[in-house]
């Protein structure tokens, strides 16, 4: 079965400083892949997504990320935080060709901004 | 363009009672899928919808069942409820069965068994 493993629970960064959330995967193919945030008392919102193409995808928000077909992960990253990117961030997944939206989701890492 | 909204936004139930969580769609998205969110945890995927039918489901026993409307509105029944139901429910929907995993998400029900 697949699974996502998003290693780091909490994230304390300072306003201004780089920001990078880890993500991982186990699947049999290459699956269709996802960055959602959740504000506090919000649903969720995607960030970015890769399907194939280029490893390195852009977002919302000033929000990137990066696949890494031999380590199997695709990490988020910002160079320059704000305080409002406080919030919930969850990696996803999905299979490729799949025919519905049965989205496998990570734990998710909590993000503190800290002026 | 109006998002998703889901109703009510919060409930109180006890335990053995039924609950009906409703949710209306995207215009425009006819696939509607529900997910459930326990605290500290990632949401879990219960089941979607697509033309009014069921399109996959999760592993949630048959207690947890659905329904989508011609309008391709949404609801969430759950019966004979378990203090292990506590969390809270997203509703989701997509355009055409995309199957592409870009879901448009409400804010959530969130759902508190006593």
């Known amino acids: 079965a697949q699974s996502v493993t998003q290693p780091d629970i909490h994230i304390t960064v300072s306003e201004g400083a780089s920001l990078e959330l880890r993500c991982n995967y186990s699947?049999?193919?290459?699956?269709?892949l996802f960055w959602y945030v959740q504000s506090p008392g919000q649903g969720l919102q995607l960030l970015l997504k890769y399907f194939s193409g280029d490893t390195l995808v852009q977002g919302i928000k000033g929000f990137e990320a990066e696949f890494k077909r031999s380590q199997s992960s695709f990490n988020l990253r910002k160079p320059s935080v704000h305080w409002s990117d406080a919030a919930e961030y969850f990696c996803?997944?999905?299979?490729?060709?799949?025919?519905?939206?049965?989205?496998?989701f990570g734990t998710g890492t909590r993000l503190t901004i800290i002026p | 363009e109006t998002g998703v909204t889901q109703s009510p936004t919060h409930l109180i139930k006890t335990r053995g009672q039924q609950v009906t969580l409703r949710c209306s769609s995207q215009s425009g998205h006819n696939t509607v899928s529900w997910y459930q969110q326990a605290l500290g945890q990632g949401p879990q995927f219960i089941f979607q919808?697509?033309?009014?039918?069921?399109?996959g489901r999760g592993n949630f026993p048959p207690r947890f069942s659905g329904l989508q409307f011609p309008n391709y509105s949404s609801e969430l029944n759950v019966n004979a409820l378990e203090l292990d139901d506590s969390a809270l429910y997203l509703c989701?929907?997509?355009?055409?069965?995309?199957?592409?995993?870009?879901?448009?998400f409400g804010e959530g029900s969130r759902l508190t068994v006593l």
């Open positions: 989701a929907s997509s355009p055409a069965g995309a199957g592409t995993g870009e879901l448009f």
């Open positions: 699947y049999g193919a290459t699956p269709y």
């Open positions: 919808y697509y033309r009014e039918e069921e399109n």
């Open positions: 996803a997944v999905v299979p490729q060709f799949f025919g519905n939206e049965k989205l496998t």
